[in-house]
């Protein structure tokens, strides 16, 4: 009975195959309600009146509210605070659960109509009249902090939420790039993205009169912290009051971790009208509202000297967080992309000047990788360039400049210029790896010969680093975070045996009700069968923080872990009266503890029954077998990896065809190969998206001008290769199972690599950078030019 390290099939996909999945829009309430928003066209605008008497003669109509009935609302709150350089307060403007005296964004909600059909509630919105006044826009970070632009708040200069620094002193680092033998510069946008989860959003508000009590049904990544936010911050409800349940999700990459208005309105309506209130998202509204990712205006510089070796990095960057603050937008940019910048090289002196704007467009936040893609991709560009600059062949530049090995436990973790100590890494083996995997030499050779014959071909590297399963909450406190980071697990064991597990994490499309069901059935040593997961249910689970950033694991599964220990440590007091011998005498596997030395046994089953009907049973110790456990983790976990892009580039049309992508990733000890595997696999699909296809585009008046499925590219089947991946194990030292996270890391390794495979298989045209994504037109226009 081992499954720990087997690749078991998933067990929640028997119902998400038979159609049996329970999603939030699946849910029908006696008395049901639904909800339609109507919301800006306009990205900037005065609100000179909202009339909505017609739309309220409106047979089926049951009500309709605006701005002006929610004004004594506070708004939807930001979860992590940033302080300026100079130490004042981040700036922190209301975020509305509806605006009545200006619009921010196209898509900010002015009206919502209440009707007994989602038709009718439609139908309404097209009769509300709203008086608008467009004014001007603006939708680049950079430009949103020059003299004369456009405030998104009145009381907000020049749009700044913050700025911000870290790393070494600057004029340290100003001396070594300044002394350095070669500089390599680089200006980019890291585009803003969309989520795009297949679910789109949806939230049911019920409040029961009788009991004074409120649910909300929501597609949330993390019901506890939703329920925490809307009851002591947006709403002012008693918490024991409120109950939050995020059913099945249908994905949510970043864009569910956080409290959305639509939530918190919908449970107010219901209060309001004594109904159940559902409203769902339409995939426009979804672009529209959805908190989107990335979008960074970058400028960066590294250092090198005379041999490659690094000597510095200076980096300037401009960090749109759109027109509000999201749950977790401030700590983006900084404490997840910032720490980030010494990525797997012995970078000397590291100084990152960054700034925060608003700006007239929806709110960004975490996306997959959340910041860690985004350093990534600014390390590894300039890797690559520095490299080509340099005449000098760009793993040889990384192999020059890895940080050497070191397991945490003999070598001591490594100390970052930028705040972070890494647990574990081998960055070196990863790199060899993928180049014994794509046969390295035997293509540079075939590159040669293929550009005799006008075939652009080229090979690009990325070998990253991220943080995962954030640090413990004493730390991120004194960062500005506004809640803790632990994780809870709840193990009952029933009399029979069987054993139920209640997590706080949330699962979305990551497998844990089998991956967690491993973990317990392998350390009790009884049948996978025999254990249940549940989650997502605040009524059910006592407390948890959900799942984001490739925490699941390390921090749910440490917590059941610990509840397990204590399920064992009991059960071995028990063993050892009903065997008549010390505690110490025994030994626990296979499902039972035995007596050392002895063929004298008894099974888990004959205990945990032994536990509820106690008749023969240890003095002063309580019946029950039920342990809840909190982990805080002792830091973050480092999984990296080397990911290799093989491209070639039609040279009359500009398409880039991704002939072979290899992936070597380090995340530590893993469960179940399989799903790693295909998280691996979702992840290289969304940064290789991200490189080739994706891009939300705004116009100078706020206009999302992709916002649909007709205009918005993503990835397809036939656009990617069967992609090749491998495993380097470099196990965790300061949690129980040794995991690192694995849902981001292909998305964080995978753009940059094959960025630099096109600008490899571009070199003749002498072109250093390009501007993401790599559309044909793009790379066409590029190679003319």
């Not at 009707?115 to 603006?138: F, T």
């Not at 990551?510 to 069968?529: N, R, S, W, Y």
């Not at 049973?617 to 039920?626: I, Q, R, V």
């Not at 809840?628 to 990296?640: L, Q, V």
């Amino acid at each position: 009975m081992t499954y720990i390290g087997k690749s078991v099939k998933r067990v929640e996909d028997q119902r998400f195959l038979t159609g049996k999945g329970n999603y939030t829009d699946d849910i029908v309430l006696p008395g049901m309600t639904y909800a339609y928003i109507v919301r800006s066209p306009y990205a900037h605008a005065k609100i000179n009146g909202v009339d909505t008497s017609e739309a309220a003669a409106l047979e089926g109509v049951v009500a309709i509210f605006t701005g002006e009935d929610v004004k004594e609302i506070g708004g939807v709150p930001c979860g992590w605070q940033v302080n300026f350089k100079n130490g004042d307060t981040m700036k922190e403007p209301p975020h509305p659960l509806m605006v009545r005296d200006k619009a921010r964004h196209v898509g900010d909600a002015v009206a919502m109509i209440i009707a007994e059909s989602k038709e009718i509630a439609r139908d309404a919105a097209d009769l509300v009249d709203v008086d608008y006044e467009e004014l001007p826009a603006v939708v680049n970070a950079a430009e949103a902090v020059k003299d004369g632009a456009p405030l998104v708040h009145d009381d907000v200069p020049k749009n700044m939420c913050y700025d911000w620094e870290l790393g070494n002193p600057k004029e340290e680092v100003d001396a070594a790039i300044e002394s350095a033998h070669h500089v390599t510069t680089l200006e980019f946008v890291n585009q803003r993205v969309a989520p795009n989860p297949i679910e789109p959003r949806a939230a049911i508000g019920h409040f029961e009169a009788a009991r004074d009590h409120y649910t909300l049904y929501t597609t949330s990544q993390n019901p506890h912290l939703t329920r925490l936010l809307l009851s002591a911050f947006t709403l002012g409800l008693p918490e024991h009051k409120v109950r939050v349940v995020a059913p099945d999700v249908g994905g949510g990459f970043g864009s569910k971790i956080f409290h959305y208005t639509e939530e918190a309105l919908v449970i107010w309506a219901s209060q309001q009208i004594e109904r159940p209130v559902k409203w769902t998202s339409d995939r426009s509204e979804a672009f529209m509202t959805d908190a989107q990712g990335r979008d960074h205006v970058t400028k960066a510089e590294m250092g090198f000297d005379e041999e490659g070796n690094i000597v510095g990095l200076r980096i300037n960057t401009f960090a749109n967080l759109g027109a509000y603050l999201s749950t977790f937008s401030t700590c983006v940019p900084t404490w997840l992309h910032g720490t980030l910048l010494q990525g797997v090289y012995t970078t000397p002196k590291i100084h990152i000047d960054l700034t925060a704007v608003f700006t007239n467009t929806v709110a960004v936040d975490a996306y997959r990788g959340a910041g860690r893609p985004e350093a990534t991709y600014l390390l590894e560009r300039l890797i690559d360039t520095g490299a080509l600059e340099m005449g000098m062949d760009p793993a040889d530049l990384r192999f020059k400049n890895f940080i050497p090995p070191f397991d945490g436990v003999e070598q001591e973790g490594y100390m970052t210029q930028v705040a972070l100590q890494y647990d574990s890494g081998n960055y070196e083996g990863v790199l060899k790896r993928a180049l014994e995997m794509v046969g390295y030499e035997n293509f540079r050779k075939e590159q040669e010969e293929g550009r005799k014959n006008g075939k652009l071909m080229g090979i690009g590297f990325s070998t990253y680093i991220e943080a995962c399963g954030i640090a413990p909450s004493a730390v991120v406190g004194s960062l500005g975070a506004r809640a803790g980071l632990y994780e809870s697990a709840q193990v009952r064991v029933q009399p029979t045996g069987k054993v139920s597990v209640y997590t706080g994490s949330h699962s979305h499309g990551q497998g844990h009700e089998t991956t967690f069901a491993q973990v317990v059935a392998d350390k009790l040593g009884i049948p996978l069968e025999d254990v249940e997961i549940v989650h997502g249910d605040s009524e059910a689970v006592a407390f948890g923080m959900g799942t984001y950033g490739s925490r699941s694991l390390a921090v749910g599964g440490s917590a059941i872990v610990k509840s397990i220990d204590k399920v064992l440590e009991k059960g071995a007091k028990i063993a050892a009266h009903k065997l008549e011998a010390a505690v110490d005498d025994l030994e626990f596997a296979e499902g039972k503890w035995t007596v050392k030395g002895t063929d004298k046994s008894i099974g888990f089953a004959d205990i945990s029954l032994t536990a509820y009907v106690p008749h023969d049973y240890p003095e002063n110790l309580e019946p029950g077998m039920d342990f809840s456990s909190f982990y805080d983790p002792a830091n973050f976990t480092y999984p990296f990896g080397a990911h290799v892009a093989m491209v070639e580039v039609d040279k009359d049309t500009g398409k880039v065809t991704l002939k072979r992508f290899v992936a070597v990733d380090d995340v530590g000890n893993v469960i179940n190969p399989m799903i790693v595997e295909g998280q691996i696999h979702g992840g290289l699909a969304q940064g290789i998206g991200q490189a080739l296809f994706e891009e939300t585009i705004y116009d100078e008046n706020g206009q999302l001008i992709n916002g649909s499925y007709m205009d918005y590219t993503m990835p397809r089947a036939d656009d990617l290769p069967s992609f090749e991946v491998d495993r380097q194990v470099t196990p965790c030292p300061h949690n129980p199972l040794g995991v690192k996270g694995a849902g981001e890391a292909g998305t964080i390794g995978s753009t940059p690599a094959v960025v630099n495979a096109v600008m490899d298989a571009l070199k003749p045209f002498g072109i250093k950078n390009l501007a993401m994504p790599l559309t044909p037109e793009r790379v066409w226009r590029y190679m003319q030019e």
